[in-house]
């Protein structure tokens, strides 16, 4: 069945360096999503990338749509302890079914 | 304002008993999907329903069952609850295919 991968597991950085998540399925999305769980809440969509290709900008958030639409990245430029939490992708291929990747968590040195 | 609500928070159960959980919206969601949230797993799907008395199997649909009589409720059933069931249960809601909207969560135990 189709699987989506998510690398790194965990990832622990100063403040004020970047960051970055992969995101990896095995089958042609139609979509994917992106998604925020900070510790102890629930996730939170961020963002909904269709096109190949595309690039989105939220602020310091940069995420990407591969031109295979197989695989997408987030980045986060100069990470700020706010953005601790683990950030989920969630790719979808078929009606309103989608599946979520293992997910990145971030964690960060003051 | 979006609203994804849960009968519990925390709910603690015995081996074998039969568990209920709870979901609600007042979106008008046609789609709704529960969702188990595990270390090292992330969020692997149940079951989801995409009209009242539809249902389909997710990637781990064993020992679960639902339940979907109106379209802003949504239930989820361990027909004999086990101690590999323990876990964070999340309950969502969308239109068509965009975002999902969480509820909190019920962190269940079963001892």
């Known amino acids: 069945g189709q699987q989506v991968m998510q690398i790194p597991q965990y990832q622990h950085v100063q403040e004020g360096e970047d960051f970055t998540t992969y995101c990896n399925s095995s089958?042609?999305?139609?979509?994917i999503q992106w998604y925020k769980q900070r510790p102890g809440g629930h996730p939170v969509f961020l963002i909904q990338l269709v096109k190949s290709g595309e690039v989105k900008k939220q602020k310091r958030l940069t995420f990407q749509f591969g031109e295979a639409k197989k695989n997408s990245s987030l980045h986060i430029t100069a990470t700020q302890t706010t953005d601790v939490g683990t950030y989920f992708c969630a790719g979808g291929s078929s009606a309103s079914k989608i599946i979520f990747g293992s997910g990145t968590r971030l964690s960060i040195r003051p | 304002d979006v609203k994804v609500t849960q009968s519990s928070r925390y709910l603690v159960k015995r081996t074998g008993e039969k568990v209920f959980l709870e979901c609600v919206q007042d979106?008008?969601?046609?789609?709704m999907f529960w969702y188990r949230q595990d270390p090292g797993l992330g969020l692997r799907l149940i079951y989801f329903?995409?009209?009242?008395?539809?249902?389909e199997k997710g990637d781990i649909p064993e020992g679960y069952s639902v339940s979907r009589e109106k379209k802003e409720r949504f239930s989820l059933i361990l027909e004999s609850a086990s101690t590999n069931q323990t876990s964070m249960y999340l309950c969502?809601?969308?239109?068509?295919?965009?975002?999902?909207?969480f509820g909190p969560g019920t962190r269940l135990t079963v001892t």
């Open positions: 089958t042609t999305l139609s979509n």
């Open positions: 969502a809601s969308s239109l068509g295919r965009v975002e999902q909207y």
């Open positions: 329903s995409y009209d009242v008395k539809m249902k």
């Open positions: 979106m008008d969601h046609e789609n």
